[in-house]
């Protein structure tokens, strides 16, 4: 890498410390998130990218927007991970420390039984989760629901638009990087995760289609995939990058490093020898991810700053509006007595019935409605 890895992770730092005082919610964030159809493959590019191991089954995996923080800290001998979702301070508590990756999956298990309640398949809130580990590319990722067309018997009506609402979130700021999983399986025109990739960025100036289950492909159609993945199809300023996907009944007994090996035998084929080294393969994606995000943070950094110190400005003029801060019982004391004190000209001009005084002036020739007076005097 040309960047020294204390240059990477300074600038990471920055927008986590950012996320840390909740200006998510008054500020455009740059970030990453990954979107795709139900079944694309995405929660294996997530896992792949992570070495963590989620929930996996051939239904609804991502139920909720899951942000996933990479640290690189050369201290560590091993990997360390902590959870929170905001407002949730029992939950915070509990996985402060979560020792992967024996425990990893009953994070994810809890924060669904937390956040999927009264039978919603689907949760607004978010998780975030920390890895801390010698080896991680620094990155922020956030891993979105997939997309469904239809729902089932048992499924809200409204479920589709409401995962759309929540990927529309994050993929409708300009300052997040669309990561778009096509499954190769399926023909590139037809996915759900670049037709909405392309409505909110339509020139593809932010968006980095990943192209999984690359080895199952039918024969014949290899040729195609490949001028896809070289950007001569639809054209995207960041290009494409590929991944071989685990098959559904490898991923229990797969380790990473495995599953690396198994990929490099797909991409070592003759098929793929067109496609860059830089773009296929889990270990290239990871690092190419980490160094767009750190090109597009640090594009971004200066402006972030200038509206963060417009916000902060405003704050303390509100803050002076208020004036000084009453920090004491005696400070209370003092200012309730300087009000009384403040008063006590006009309520003596009351009890002296002086309609010349100039706080009574002010009022004496304002006419009393009819409903204010009392009916005695009517």
Known sequence: MLRSDSAYQGVMDKISKIQAYGLTHKLSIPTMAIIGDQSSGKSSVLEAITKLSFPRNKGMCTRFATQVTLRRDHTLQGDVVSARIEGKPDFNERFIIVKPPATFQSVIEEAVALLCTDGRPISEEVLEITVSGPTHPPLIIVDLPGFVRITLDNEAPDLPDTIR?????YIQNPRTIILAVVNAENDVN??????????NDPGGERTI????????????LHTDWVEVLNNRRKFMRLGYLTMRNAAFEEKSSMSWDQA???EDKVFSSELWSGVDSSRKGREAVRMRLS???YEHISKELPALK???DTAVEKSKAELEAMGAPILTNEGARDKLFQASMLLQPQVGAFLRADYDYHYIATFKDVPIPESDLDPLFV
């Not at 037809?190 to 409505?199: D, G, R, V």
């Not at 289609?209 to 014949?220: A, M, Y």
Request: aromatic content about 0%; glycine content about 2%; charged content about 35%.
């Open 209 to 220: 289609p990943i192209v999984t289950k690359i080895d199952r492909i039918e024969n014949g």
């Open 291 to 293: 160094n767009v995000l």
């Open 190 to 199: 037809t996915s759900a995760a670049l037709a909405e990739a392309n409505q």
């Open 260 to 262: 690396r090996e198994e």
């Open 306 to 308: 200038r509206e963060i």
């Open 165 to 169: 609402r929540i990927n529309q979130k």
